[in-house]
């Protein structure tokens, strides 16, 4: 069972709280730093098709199809990538899978930071502060 | 001899420059692992598209070096309330 480290300190990544969400740096092979939106309702990180685009020759082979459920649209197939790797702050996590799936067009965004990156760490979202705080598991 | 102008801004500052475009930057300097703090003006351009075959070009001519895209301008409108989507595996 994996518990909380209390001796290493969390790294607090700073991000920007718009219209009550919160968006951080992250950054990918290249190394690339883009703006994803944390999301806990998000089961896989997703980034867009752009962002596959700038990422090459890493993110090219679709590993499969998977079936998403958005909020209030009908089940539609994305293709599913692995990310060699994504950083934020100081946390890097490897082999990343991730869906490449275009967000709503008024949403100028880079991609969600979903549950599958979320859950390797303790996670605290302190909304008043506008950060993201990640703690390593033991 | 002529001193060699700095073309480096803050992010912050990069972001207030443009008016609802994409930007890529090369990143000069981090505030903290993973946070670009300042950086130079490579592209702008109202598509993400545009941008992220320049990225591609800039990594592929500059490898090692640090770039980051920012959105300079509203990443989510005004008045615009964000509800995402969950993922549901096939297995």
């Known amino acids: ?3 909380w480290n209390p001796g290493r300190p969390p790294d607090r990544v700073r991000g920007t709280r718009k219209y009550g969400v919160l968006i951080v740096s992250v950054t990918c092979p290249g190394p690339i730093g883009l703006e994803f ?3 806990t309702g998000a089961a896989m990180t997703v980034i867009t098709p752009a962002v596959a685009v700038a990422l090459g020759s890493s993110v090219v082979h679709s590993l ?3 079936r998403v459920a958005p909020v209030g649209k009908t089940l539609l197939s994305a ?3 692995r990310l060699q790797s994504i950083q934020v702050g100081g946390h890097e996590v490897l082999d990343l899978e991730a869906l490449i799936l275009d967000l709503p067009p008024p949403l100028h965004l880079d991609g969600l930071l979903g549950v599958n990156f979320l859950e390797r760490f303790r996670v605290t979202i302190e909304f008043d502060t506008e950060t993201l705080i990640l703690r390593r598991k033991t | 001899m002529a001193q060699k102008k700095d073309d480096t801004f803050p992010i912050d500052e990069i972001r207030e420059m443009f008016d609802s475009e994409w930007v890529l930057v090369e990143v000069t300097a981090l505030r903290r692992p993973g946070q670009p ?4 003006v ?4 109202q598509s993400r598209m545009e941008i992220a075959r320049k990225t591609r070009k800039f990594h592929d001519a500059n490898p090692g070096k640090m770039s980051y895209t920012l959105f300079a301008g509203d990443a989510i409108p005004k008045g615009v309330v964000v509800v995402l989507m969950e993922s549901r595996t096939t297995s």
């Open chain 1, 1 to 3: 069972m994996s518990s």
């Open chain 2, 37 to 40: 703090s300042r950086g130079r």
């Open chain 1, 79 to 81: 293709p599913v990538v």
């Open chain 1, 64 to 66: 499969r199809q998977e």
């Open chain 1, 37 to 39: 939106l944390v999301d």
């Open chain 2, 42 to 45: 490579l592209a702008h351009h």
